[in-house]
């Protein structure tokens, strides 16, 4: 069984930056995708960005020119990432990880019942 665990959250000023990083222990297929959702309080959980072990990327638009995921393959650890951070960047984050063979585009958008593996959720909170 695969396990997400993520970590680096935490509060900080408007125009900060957090690294965040996910770990997943256990077995996954070689080829998968890794990537970062988000759910501010009262509003859907929404992709922010995704990698493939192909290298493709995929940002949302409020976070491109901000955020930078990236993929340790041979640890399976995914990073994002948060520079110049803003209010509407609170929320919770989560990490997912998928083994199906879907490619970035489908991820970011794929509903939470579609991905193979989530992790806890790490909070994130960007005061003005």
């Known amino acids: 069984q695969v396990q997400l665990v993520e970590s680096g959250g935490g509060s900080v000023q408007a125009g900060g930056s957090l690294r965040l990083s996910c770990a997943a222990s256990?077995?996954?297929?070689?080829?998968?995708?890794m990537g970062w959702f988000r759910q501010a309080p009262g509003k859907e959980r929404e992709g922010v960005a995704a990698?493939?072990?192909?290298?493709?990327?995929i940002y949302a638009d409020s976070v491109k020119g901000r955020f930078t995921i990236s993929l340790d393959d041979a640890k399976n650890i995914v990073y994002l990432q948060m520079n110049s951070l803003k209010p509407e960047d609170t929320g919770v984050y989560y990490c997912?990880?998928?083994?199906?063979?879907?490619?970035?585009?489908?991820?970011?958008?794929?509903?939470?019942?579609?991905?193979?593996?989530w992790g806890q959720g790490t909070q994130v909170t960007v005061s003005s």
């Open positions: 997912a990880a998928d083994s199906q063979g879907l490619d970035v585009v489908v991820f970011m958008g794929a509903s939470p019942k579609i991905l193979d593996y």
């Open positions: 990698i493939d072990t192909d290298g493709n990327l």
């Open positions: 256990g077995y996954i297929k070689r080829a998968y995708c």
